[in-house]
C-alpha cells in the first residue's frame, strides 16, 4: 500500500531531500520515500511470508518449464551423440538450470516492472532504493546472488539473512539496494477529496468559536477534513489513524501551534467550527 504525504502535512521529523533527488527511512511496518517535490511516499514491506508464497509458485513454474525443457533435450541428446561424460553432462545440466532461473527471473523482473508471475499473483513487487524500478542490472545482480542464498540448500543462507534483517531482504537484495513491498490499493489524502460534494459528514453543530485561529484554515483543508469524516467508517482502524494524523500535522501548520489529545475528537471539533465560522461569514455578508 502506498500513502502519499504533501509536503505541508508531512511529519516534522522527515529528513529533508537528499542530493540525489530521494530520501528514504524506514520504521517497523513501511518505507518511506521523500521525492524531490518533498511528497513522502509510504510503503508497506513485504513479509517473509508473502514473498515465500511468490516463490512457491514462481518454483512451481519453473519446474513445469524445466521438464518440458529437459524432456526435449533429452530427445535430442539420444539422436545426437557428443560423446561427453556424465560429470561434464551434470556441470552442464547444472550451470544451465542456474541461467534459466536467473534468466526467468531477470526477464519478468524488467519487463513487468519489478513482478514475476508469482509476485503479481501474491501482489508483491521488488523496487530500487528511494522507490525507483528495479531496472536490469539490479535486478541481475540479485538474482545472480541468488546461488550464494541457495547455500547450503533450499535457500538456506537466504531464509537465515531474511529472517535476521527487519525487512526480509536476502542477499541478492542487500547487494542489489532492492526491497519488496506490497502491490495494494492505494488510500491517499488525495483519492480522500475525490468524493461527492453534495454528500457532508455527520458533524455535530457547535455553538460558539473556541479554536484558536480558526480563519487559518482554508477551504480546500476542510475539504479533504469532510471527506476523512464521511469515509473513516469504511477504513481499516489502522488507516484511519493514520490519515488523522496526517490531517492534524497539516492543520497544526495552518494553526500555529501542536494540537494535543485524540485526533480524530479534534478534527470533528474543528469541522463544526469552521462550519459555524463560515455561518457566520455568511451571516455577516449579508
Excluded at 518454483?59 to 518440458?68: C, D, G, P, R
Excluded at 538450470?97 to 527471473?105: D, H, M
Aim: proline share 5%.
Amino acid at each position: 500500500m502506498i500513502i502519499i504525504v504533501p509536503e505541508r502535512e508531512r511529519p516534522a521529523n522527515v529528513a529533508p531531500t537528499t542530493r540525489h533527488g530521494y530520501n528514504s527511512m524506514l520504521d517497523d511496518d513501511r518505507y518511506t520515500v521523500e521525492t524531490p517535490e518533498q511528497i513522502d511516499l509510504l510503503y508497506d514491506v513485504a513479509g517473509i511470508g508473502s514473498r515465500f508464497l511468490a516463490a512457491l509458485i514462481d518454483h512451481v513454474l519453473l519446474a513445469v518449464i524445466l521438464a518440458l525443457l529437459c524432456s526435449l533435450i533429452a530427445v535430442i541428446a539420444d539422436r545426437v551423440q557428443l560423446g561427453l561424460g556424465s560429470a561434464t553432462v551434470f556441470s552442464i545440466f547444472g550451470i544451465g538450470i542456474f541461467l534459466f532461473l536467473c534468466a526467468y527471473y531477470i526477464f519478468f523482473e524488467t519487463t513487468w516492472n519489478g513482478q514475476t508471475p508469482g509476485k503479481r499473483l501474491i501482489g508483491i513487487r521488488m523496487v530500487r532504493a528511494g522507490g525507483r524500478p528495479i531496472g536490469f542490472l539490479a535486478s541481475t545482480i540479485r538474482n545472480f546472488i541468488r546461488l550464494a542464498d541457495f547455500l547450503p540448500i533450499l535457500y538456506g543462507v537466504g531464509a537465515l539473512v531474511m529472517f535476521v534483517d527487519r525487512r526480509s531482504r536476502r542477499l541478492g537484495d542487500l547487494a542489489a539496494g532492492a526491497l519488496a513491498i506490497q502491490e495494494r490499493r492505494p488510500v491517499t489524502i488525495e483519492m480522500l477529496a475525490e468524493v461527492e460534494a453534495e454528500q457532508a459528514p455527520v458533524v455535530p453543530a457547535a455553538d460558539q468559536l473556541t479554536i484558536p485561529n480558526l480563519d487559518a484554515v482554508q477551504p480546500e483543508d476542510y475539504r479533504l477534513l469532510e471527506t476523512f469524516l464521511r469515509r473513516r467508517g469504511s477504513l481499516g482502524a489502522a488507516t484511519r489513524q493514520r490519515v488523522a494524523s496526517v490531517l492534524v500535522e497539516g492543520l497544526q501548520t495552518r494553526l500555529g501551534y501542536p494540537i494535543q489529545g485524540d485526533r480524530e475528537t479534534f478534527l470533528l471539533r474543528l469541522a463544526a467550527e469552521y462550519q459555524l465560522l463560515r455561518k457566520n461569514a455568511a451571516a455577516a455578508r449579508s
